[in-house]
Nanobody, 124 residues
Framework: QVQLVESGGGSVQAGGSLRLSCVDS???????MGWFRQAPGKEREGVAS????????RYAASVKGRFTISRDNEKNTLHLQMDSLKPEDSAMYYC??????????????????WGHGTQVSVSS
C-alpha cells in the first residue's frame, strides 16, 4: 500500500527558501509523483511532477525556475526545493503519486495516492 508523508513546511519571508520532503512506502519508484498546492478558496493545482524512472520533470509556469523537484530513490523520498518564494506561493502543499501512465502530469485528478499536506506561508 502506498503511503505518503510530507514534511518541511513553515513560515518564511518573501525571497526565502524551503525544502519539502515526502517519504513514501517504497513502492513508487516506477510511479509518477508530484507536488500540488491548495490555497484557501482556490482549487488544488499542480506545481511540479517527476517520473522517477527517467528523471523527466514538469513544472507549472508560475514556479518554473524557482522550484526544483527531485527524488532520492535510495531513501524513497521526494523533494521540492523552493527558492525565491513569493507570498502567492502560500498554500497547503501535498505530495501525490499514481502507478498509471498519465497524460496530465500536473492534473490532480490523475493521481491516486495523497499525503496529508504540509503548510507553507510566505510573508511580504
Amino acid at each position: 500500500q502506498v503511503q505518503l508523508v510530507e514534511s518541511g513546511g513553515g513560515s518564511v519571508q518573501a525571497g526565502g527558501s524551503l525544502r519539502l520532503s515526502c517519504v513514501d512506502s517504497g513502492y513508487t519508484r516506477t510511479y509518477f509523483m508530484g507536488w500540488f498546492r491548495q490555497a484557501p478558496g482556490k482549487e488544488r493545482e499542480g506545481v511540479a511532477s517527476i517520473y522517477p524512472s527517467s528523471g523527466v520533470t514538469r513544472y507549472a509556469a508560475s514556479v518554473k525556475g524557482r522550484f526544483t523537484i527531485s527524488r532520492d530513490n535510495e531513501k524513497n523520498t521526494l523533494h521540492l526545493q523552493m527558492d525565491s518564494l513569493k507570498p502567492e506561493d502560500s498554500a497547503m502543499y501535498y505530495c501525490a503519486a499514481t502507478s498509471r501512465y498519465i497524460g496530465g502530469w500536473l492534473d490532480p485528478n490523475e493521481y491516486d495516492y495523497w499525503g496529508h499536506g504540509t503548510q507553507v506561508s510566505v510573508s511580504s
